[in-house]
């Protein structure tokens, strides 16, 4: 990161899902910089907490983060390095990933 840009946190939500619907909460976390009008990612934190599904790690039933000085995956306690290839691809890989598991417990529960 350049020394003249001021990392801020570009995005902050969380977000519960209904019971009906899976339930649990997803957390985005996501800070960096603009340059030539474009967000620069420099740290993420995004995660899937369901007490019903995982019990371990407060819940994160799923996570993606680059804390540590590196790119990794949570999932119900063990955790991987991924290849890091955009916060964009890392983003759709989160969403596809919590939504299959939401899926697979609603199925599960039927």
Known sequence: MPKSQKEILLEQERFEIKPKS??????????????????VVTRYNLAYINHAIYRGDNGRVLGFDNAHEYHHRHYMGKVEAVE?????AILEQFQQEWMKIVRAHRRSKS
């Open 84 to 88: 890091f290839i955009s916060y964009e």
């Open 22 to 39: 899976g339930g649990g909460v997803l957390s985005y976390e996501v800070w960096g910089f603009a340059e030539k009008g474009k967000d």
